[in-house]
């Protein structure tokens, strides 16, 4: 009885983080960090971009989708835009560093490095480019943290799960 109890705690705690994925009409525009956090709940990164502060939310725990909230000198909120698209990833450039992609994507949802190049490490992003093609991004970096390669392939799992997809 008492490990039914745990595992049935497990899985509430897991889908009540999952329901605190980002959803826009719940937003509070011109919001607090205490609003936003409120309503969002805790962010995936933040980020100080000179007097501003940027919150970062990732949509479960495999991406998919990469908000960014940035918050103005007086506290309060715009309004969120989701960036992990594809206009903004056309926008990467070979010679990038990992700063100024996270900047334009956001976070990397896995890194991974093959046995042949464990210098190099390859960011993988998760992304639906349209509604029927989901597909996972690979950003290679050299062993200075500089874009030298940019590759797609589709996206093994569809739907959500435990599993690192985009890996074979």
Known sequence: MKTRTVVLSGLLCF???????????????????????????????????????????????????????????????SNPVQVLTNERILGLRVGMNVDEVEDLIGPKYYELRYPFKKEEAVHIYRFLRSEREAVCLYVHYSPELRVNEIGYRPDVLRVITLQQACQH
């Open 15 to 77: 889908f009540v983080g999952c329901a605190q994925t980002p959803q826009r009409d719940i937003f509070p525009p011109g919001g607090t960090r205490d609003d936003v956090a409120a309503k969002w709940g805790p962010p995936k990164q933040v980020k100080r971009i000179g007097s501003r502060e940027r919150w970062v939310y990732t949509t479960a725990m495999e991406g998919r989708e990469t908000w960014f909230v940035e918050f103005d000198t007086n506290g309060r909120a």
